[in-house]
């Protein structure tokens, strides 16, 4: 790969900070957060030595390449741009040696980052270095960095920038193991969607081409599937996924897999719970949440008497017993639904949808959360109040032409938590969400 030229910088001045988020016999993942002290960057080129045998097999928000022991990652392009006091954060998975020290010695641009000002010294432009072969981590998912603001905006911020095709509903997304991102949402047969930087989506035909005939006893016979769970365990995609049809309890959620996660590659492996027309609860809406002891449990509901929480078999994906816990409802309204379950510090955060989806502009979904110190609860808001008794915290609501944003999904990126959700235009489409997560000092999430 040959590095092209960068521009010249007034005057360049850096911190890094380096961190190992996870590591495993032979490996870790590495976060890099590049703080920029001088003038604005555009276009980067991080330098630093592994001493001690380290290889870097695979990078995020950058391209990185290895040459003895100078590692060099350069933008990935969309982020090249780091203005004065601004940060960008990149990832990456290596293999180790025997010790796994962190390096101290990375430049930006040709300029040592010594967390103060500085004045570049002129280089020689880049030569040609290796390219490392990626090779698949036993641990692709990256931890995100806890940096950003602390405090919330005065209002709720309009939804991030993103283009192509956008017109989504009940999204969620992971990131590849080698980069970029793929999305599932409902559609007929499970719609797909793919970008490389998590603004620009493309269309990736569905999940089951030829069809999901056994899914039509509870769908009445239409193709639409609903609310899929899309996450990378074991070098496979699950997909966890609803069939039901427009305000029934006939309803059921199964288990895919792929390798690849591509259109067609897809192994259905069957039904995980079920729900008929005297059932006081709903199969549909599934999460799954890997907890601390490496148990796995899917929450799931909507409407009703509210969220429920089973266990799962890690081996195969599906059910392990037959207790149904309740972990969120709301007497009276019932108006809950979509819930989703991820671990920040010492909380288990439960984010839920209130009130009514599915109605255009006229929608009035909002994103609730609560937290609690174990993934079975009982999960509280910020006043105290359960979850079980209708608690929730507001984390965002319709605003301007944003109507109804809600069925949302948590994605840990290596630049920090997004919320990914579907919100109504005026003109009553529905299209993707997706904003910045922030935790103000509490440790209560908010969107920005």
Known sequence: MVVAQLPAQAAVACRVDYAV??????????????????????????????????????????????????????????????????????GFNASSGTVNPAPG???????????????????????????????????????PTPTGPTTPP??????????????????????????GYLMAHTGDNVALKTSTDRVNWRNAGSVFPGGAPWTTPYTGGARNLWAPDISYHNGQYYLYYSASSFGSTNSAIFLAT????????????????????????????????????????????????????????????????????????RPGSTAIEAPFIVKRGGYYY?????????????????????????VTGPYVDRNGVAMTSGG???????????????????LADTDGELLVYHYYADNGASLLGINRIGYDSAGWPFVY
Not at 114 to 131: D, L, W
Not at 353 to 364: L, P, Q, W, Y
């Open 21 to 90: 988020a996870s590591q495993w016999s032979g490996g870790f993942t590495g976060n890099v957060t590049v703080r920029n002290l001088g003038d604005p960057v555009d276009g980067w080129r991080l330098t630093w030595n592994f001493t001690a045998g380290q290889r870097i097999s695979q990078a995020w928000n950058a391209t990185a390449t290895q040459s003895g022991t100078v590692v060099t990652a350069v933008d990935a392009g969309y982020n090249a741009a780091i203005p004065s006091g601004g940060s960008t954060t990149f």
């Open 105 to 143: 010695d990375f430049a930006l641009n040709g300029v040592a980052c010594t967390g103060a000002p500085a004045t570049p010294t002129p280089t020689a432009s880049p030569t040609a270095s290796p390219t490392v072969s990626p090779t698949v981590s036993p641990t692709p998912t990256p931890t």
């Open 154 to 179: 005065a209002s709720y911020p309009a939804p991030g920038r993103v283009t192509g095709d956008i017109g989504v509903h009940d999204p969620t997304v992971v990131r590849r193991p080698g980069g």
């Open 258 to 329: 792929s390798p690849t996660g591509a259109s067609g590659s897809w192994t259905d492996r069957g039904l995980v719970i079920s729900t008929t027309a005297s059932s006081n609860y709903n199969a549909i809406d599934p999460n799954l949440i890997v907890d601390d002891q490496g148990r796995w449990w899917m929450s799931f509901g909507s409407f009703w008497s509210g969220i429920k929480l089973i266990e799962l078999d890690p081996a195969t994906g599906k059910r392990l017993n037959t207790t149904v816990r309740s972990i969120a409802a």
């Open 350 to 374: 439960q984010w839920v949808s209130f009130d009514r989806c599915c109605n255009g502009a006229a929608s009035t979904y909002r994103v609730m959360v609560g937290r609690s110190t174990s």
């Open 392 to 410: 929730g915290t507001q984390v965002l609501a319709g605003h301007g032409s944003i109507h109804g944003p809600g069925h949302q999904a948590v």
